[in-house]
């Protein structure tokens, strides 16, 4: 816990649309100024300007037929934001701002990471050490750090990239390691929106979302945060999104609360036994008011825990924790009385499980790990659903304590 007279502490992220010409770049530095000027202690990590990062990539690639190496490939396109830690260091200097860059080559460089180039994992021990080595007596003193984001390097000295949202990371280690107040993202929206303003007419701002709704969006191709990044969130500090435009750190935006479960993990999701109701037909799916007449009729008996849906078939997973004969009488009537829907099917005594963390999507083939599991074990899977991060399972009620300990050891070998 700070006390009650120590100064607060921020770590400020700027993307590279809010860094993209003189204008913008100047605004930044104004903002970081006036909140330095306050006695904020600041840490600063900036993106490559603009479209740097593309410019450098397509010009790589394009003079090397695609085969150049991929740690030669993530040195070249450290060079944006390495440029960038320059001009905005050297821009707060003139604006009267004791300020000093880090830069890869630095010996006290912080963030390390494995030497999976292009897609770099932190080592968060290691980072976390050398952040409050090197940085944390900086901000003390007043002096502005500024960061290179999306970049690391490894322990035997190579430059490394972080990948996608690689910037994000790097402000949320760096925020964790000082125990910071606040992560300020300045990005070119007013924040998180309701809907992408591209394709949607009349969104909204949101003044505050959990991270565990936001991973849901970062999942499903949203261009909010990555996933990847979101998973370094740490679980006490807040994460603000604002507009550039404002050239203002005290705006409001969007705050981000929470933490994610970083690690892959499988937990029984309900306690009670599920039933398995399947419905078949003709065209269900062109019937909404069917669809919502069988889901209301699941609702009014019991709780509904999932549901899956194609044109001519539907299944619904409801919890069995009371009787359901009359919920399965009910929904036959249902059934015989319309033309889309021909005959229904039930199973009973399954064990809803869910299987989740971070970065789960991108976990190439954990799915047919997990089925092949526990296939060679004798355990049939009754129904599964992807959603997000995380996976929904159902098998057998009395195969519940065998197929858990099997997938969590799928889980840590994958």
């Known amino acids: 816990m700070k006390s009650k007279n120590s100064c607060k502490k921020i770590v400020v992220k700027y993307g590279g649309s809010s860094l993209s010409d003189p204008e913008r770049l100047c605004r930044a530095v104004s903002a970081v100024t006036n909140e330095a000027k306050k006695g904020t202690q600041v840490a600063v990590v900036v993106s490559a300007m603009g479209k740097t990062t593309d410019v450098l990539l397509n010009t790589a690639k394009g003079t090397s037929n695609g085969k150049m190496a991929k740690h030669d490939l993530d040195d070249i396109l450290s060079m944006g934001e390495r440029t960038s830690v320059r001009i905005f260091s050297a821009a707060l200097k003139t604006n009267g701002v004791d300020s000093r860059y880090f830069d890869p080559i630095d010996n006290d460089w912080p963030i390390i990471t494995d030497a999976s180039f292009s897609n770099a994992n932190p080592l968060r021990e290691e980072c976390e050490k050398r952040i409050r080595q ?24 190579k430059i490394t990239t972080l990948g996608r949202g690689g910037s994000d990371t790097t402000a949320f280690i760096i925020a964790d390691a000082l125990n910071a107040d606040e992560v300020v993202l300045v990005t070119d929206a007013d924040g998180i929106m309701s809907a992408d303003p591209k394709m949607v007419n009349n969104v909204k701002r949101l003044s505050q979302i959990d991270v565990n709704i936001l991973v849901g969006l970062a999942d499903s191709g949203a261009k909010f945060i990555h996933s990847k990044a979101l998973k370094y969130k740490p679980k006490t500090v807040d994460v603000r999104v604002i507009n550039s435009s404002h050239g203002d750190l005290t705006k409001e935006g969007t705050v981000i609360t929470g933490s994610l479960a970083t690690e892959l993990d499988v937990e029984v999701a309900h306690p009670a036994a599920v039933a398995e109701i399947t419905i078949v037909g003709e065209k269900l799916s062109e019937n909404p008011k069917l669809i919502e007449e069988i889901v209301a009729k699941a609702r009014a008996h019991t709780d509904l825990l999932g549901m899956s849906m194609n044109t001519n078939s539907g299944i619904l997973y409801v919890s069995a924790e009371k009787p359901l004969d009359q ?49 060679l074990n004798g355990i049939n899977i009754a129904g599964i659903l992807t959603i997000t991060s995380s996976i929904l399972l159902f098998v057998d009620w009395s195969e519940r304590e065998k197929a858990l300990e099997l997938i969590k050891t799928a889980l840590r070998s994958h």
């Open 134 to 157: 090197h940085v944390l007596p900086l901000i003390e003193k007043g002096v502005v750090p500024v960061i290179a984001g999306f970049v690391g390097k490894t322990l035997t000295g």
């Open 327 to 375: 919920l399965f009488n009910d929904i036959h009537q249902t059934v015989v009385q319309n033309q889309e829907t021909k005959a229904m099917a039930v199973k009973k005594d399954l064990v809803f499980l869910k299987i989740r963390g971070v970065g789960l999507e991108e976990t190439h083939g954990i799915i047919g790990k997990i089925s092949e599991t526990l296939r």
